[in-house]
């Protein structure tokens, strides 16, 4: 398989990392603004591709089936939300609890068919694998149109009142805000941007399966980590929200980019997961080597050192 072959391919892999972005952006919320581990994502990743894979096979529109996936992940993070906030179950507990029960959940809408074909001869399917390049502008426009809403949204009151929480409860509590409230409208907003991304890459593929969302958490963290390492490094201080956001899109591209790349020198396909660690790994100890190499103990030390 020479390089023109991985070229051609560009493309589909920019695309699907895109819409590995958007589900990024929706574990962004959790993961940086809310501080919270929500692990649910996994499950509802499945679910927006089970729940439009359903839709479409029923003869609906494939405009609708994103909005019912977009719901039914909106309905996932809820039930995290109810488990953490009403029942007072640990934040992790929560989201491994739901994951679980999602797994059910998307065999019965799947009417228990582990992996559901939508294939794009029989069906309108809003992007497709087999027309590349129309796949990467349809999700291109989708993600920066997310990206804005994004912003608009966190720039509202309710938006800077989740920031809030996320970023020190207590003070918010004192503030008079509801940080249950809160919380749980964050799980509820970043589950159904993950399942709104496992529609749309179920559709990419031309099936869905419950087990496509295995995973997930970690690819979305590699692409925030990605993501936010670049921003820091080109923008430093200069680095805005909307900037913020933009780059977790970039992360997942370059994820896929490289996935593509290491598939493409014929490394074992089984060692992906051992590649994702990899990356994530590196990504993260660069921002704490990069402050440990800053910081004036070093700086004392290296100079001492050279007397």
């Not at 909005?67 to 934040?91: K, R």
């Not at 896929?256 to 051992?274: G, Q």
Request: net charge positive; with cysteine.
């Amino acid at each position: 398989m020479g390089i023109e072959t991985l070229i051609a391919g560009m493309p589909g892999t920019v695309a699907q990392g895109i819409i590995y972005g958007i589900m990024a952006l929706g574990i962004y919320i959790t993961f940086k603004l809310l501080n919270f581990a929500d692990l649910s994502v996994d499950g509802s990743f499945a679910t927006g591709g089970a729940v439009a894979a359903m839709v479409i096979i029923s003869g609906h529109s494939w405009v609708l089936a994103l909005v019912l996936a977009l719901i039914a992940g909106a309905l996932a993070g809820l039930i995290t939300g109810v488990l953490h906030t009403v029942l007072g179950i640990p934040d992790i507990l929560a989201g491994i609890l739901t994951q679980l029960a999602l797994y059910s959940i998307n065999l019965r809408i799947a009417k228990n068919q582990p992996n559901t074909p939508i294939s794009v001869d029989k069906y309108n399917l809003a992007v497709s694998l087999r027309y590349k390049t129309d796949a990467l502008v349809t999700v291109l426009v989708i993600a920066v149109i997310i990206i804005a809403i994004m912003y608009w949204f966190f720039g509202t009151e309710m938006g800077s009142a989740l920031r809030a929480t996320g970023t020190n409860p207590a003070m918010a509590k004192a503030q008079g805000i509801n940080v249950n409230v809160m919380k749980a409208l964050g799980l509820v907003v970043s589950n159904a941007l993950v399942a709104f991304a496992g529609a749309l890459f179920a559709q990419f593929n031309g099936n869905a399966d419950v087990n496509m969302g295995r995973g997930a958490i970690v690819i979305g963290l590699a692409s925030i980590i990605i993501g936010d390492v670049l921003c820091n490094a080109f923008f430093k201080k200069k680095s805005t929200f909307w900037l913020a956001l933009g780059f977790v899109i970039v992360g997942g591209i370059l994820y896929y980019i490289f996935i593509a790349f290491v598939l493409w020198l014929k490394m074992p396909a089984n060692d992906m997961k051992l590649f994702t660690a990899i990356i994530v790994a590196i990504f993260l100890a660069v921002p704490y080597l990069k402050n440990k190499m800053n910081s004036s103990f070093f700086k004392a030390a290296k100079r001492g050192g050279k007397r």
